[in-house]
């Protein structure tokens, strides 16, 4: 079979990941409008999004399986050119979110004020939280199918769907903030009706969009029990993949709290530049996703090959890039986010050791998306687990020996990116290296 030239692979590249990177982008702008006009409110209002906003994030984050499951099931029938059938699998992925979604905001609704009492906040800043809280619990649907549509459209190989959809759903977001905060006087419950509403409008959006493929194609548009069933079992396995990551995640930041609160506070900054950075290598991972599901279901694996090589290289690329840049400013960094030259001093060696790592971690996150592509979901969650084997006695022994301060603050760098990084390289670089995961058809 005629693989793509050279020039027509980087274009489908750029074609897909440009567009991904914008609505990527523009998904944590909904919090960051909600921030900035809650903030006017006073600092109990702001400090109650700040707990609510946490709860919502790792909900959220643990559900985008529902994309990451769709984009490679509709790539590869996509591929195999039963666009009908490619359809109908995304449509399953929202019919799933639908189910998922509602579930999870009917007991979101019921734990809210177990969940921010857990977090000891003072009397106002909690009640702050429940209100916000338990109000965004009933948007939690409504972005659970956005995560499956958007799944659906870039199975398709269309990123600028979303990306029109994503722009538009954080104008109406800005907008309706506006007026609920401060036109109608509704304070922070103002700020979370806006974004529910904003959010059910994109869901608005995406059915139109998708129900004129469904006519286009010819796909059906009710929930089948199979395409379900398939949806559920890949989004079970990276479920799986996504929380061993989330349980990372939350033992460093509980290590660098018992460091702390300098530390922590640096971690928090260094931690930022490295999920910034991974912005773009998501777009990247994005692309990868949709052109290897899609050359899988076409039979076409020499394209996977030549997808993987090129992605891999444009992300080793970058992250040499990104790792220079984060040197040369790692003395002004910490100056930026807080203005203390003493902080700044602090966390400046765990940017260099972040810096250095840049390679690595852009590697991780292409290979991640590559096998996200092939739906070797499985093989994800196995190594995922795999990898805090490692991680867990690292970070144990960074509590126990490293003590606090920049030497503190330099090892919990090195555990995180040059262990836990190192660990998903391997497996991750382990299981590319063969054949297995190249299951072509559709």
């Known amino acids: 079979m005629t693989t793509r030239p050279p020039e027509t692979l980087n274009r489908s590249i750029l074609r897909l990941a440009v567009p991904a990177l914008g609505a990527l982008v523009a998904e944590p702008l909904f919090l960051i409008v909600d921030a900035a006009m ?3 409110l006073g600092v109990a ?51 799933l979110a639908v189910g998922l979604g509602a579930a999870l905001a009917a007991a979101g609704v ?10 000891g906040a003072a009397p106002d800043v909690a009640e702050n939280a429940r209100v916000y809280l338990s109000i965004s619990m009933w948007g939690l649907p409504a972005m659970l199918v956005v995560f499956a549509a958007t799944g659906l459209l870039r199975g398709m190989q269309n990123t600028v769907t979303p990306l029109w959809i994503a722009g538009l759903g954080f104008g109406a977001n800005a907008l309706l903030n506006a007026v609920f905060i401060y036109g109608f006087d509704w304070g922070i419950a103002g700020s979370a009706i806006g974004t529910v509403v904003a959010q059910w409008g994109m869901v608005g959006a995406y059915v139109l969009v998708v129900r004129r493929l469904a006519r286009q194609h010819a796909a059906s548009l009710r929930p089948e029990r199979a395409g379900l069933g398939g949806t559920a079992r890949s989004g079970g396995w990276l479920f799986l993949r996504t929380a061993s990551m989330r349980v990372a995640f939350l033992g460093t930041v509980a290590v660098a709290t018992g460091l702390g609160s300098a530390e922590l506070a640096g971690w928090q900054i260094a931690f930022t530049i ?5 912005f773009v290598l998501d777009a990247l991972a994005i692309a990868a996703q949709a052109l290897i599901g899609s050359a899988l279901g076409a039979g076409d694996t020499a394209t996977v090959g030549r997808v993987l090589q090129r992605t891999a290289a444009w992300g080793v690329w970058f992250g040499v890039a990104v790792g220079a840049v984060v040197a040369a400013a790692s003395g002004v960094i910490g100056l930026v986010f807080t203005g203390d030259a003493g902080l700044a001093a602090l966390i400046q060696p765990a940017l260099l050791v972040l810096a250095v790592a840049q390679p690595v971690a852009a590697i991780v996150f292409v290979l991640d998306g ?32 490293a003590g606090g301060g ?4 330099t090892w919990l760098a090195g555990a995180f990116f040059g262990v836990y990084m190192l660990a998903r390289l391997a497996t991750l670089g382990l299981r590319v290296r063969g054949r297995a995961w190249m299951t072509a058809g559709g």
């Open 370 to 401: 590559v096998l996200i592509g092939a739906g070797d979901v499985r093989y994800l969650a196995i190594a995922g687990l795999l990898n805090l084997v490692p991680y867990a006695p690292a970070l144990v022994l960074v509590a126990v020996l």
């Open 45 to 95: 209002p702001l400090a109650g999004l700040g707990v609510a906003g946490a709860v919502l994030q790792t909900v959220v984050g643990l559900m985008v399986f529902l994309a990451y499951s769709t984009t490679p099931a509709v790539a590869r029938h996509f591929g195999a050119r039963e666009h009908g059938r490619a359809v109908s699998v995304g449509v399953d992925g929202m019919w």
């Open 38 to 40: 809650v903030g006017h």
């Open 110 to 119: 019921l734990a809210t004020p177990a969940v921010v009492d857990a977090f």
């Open 274 to 278: 490295f999920s910034t950075a991974a």
């Open 406 to 409: 920049a030497t503190g603050l």
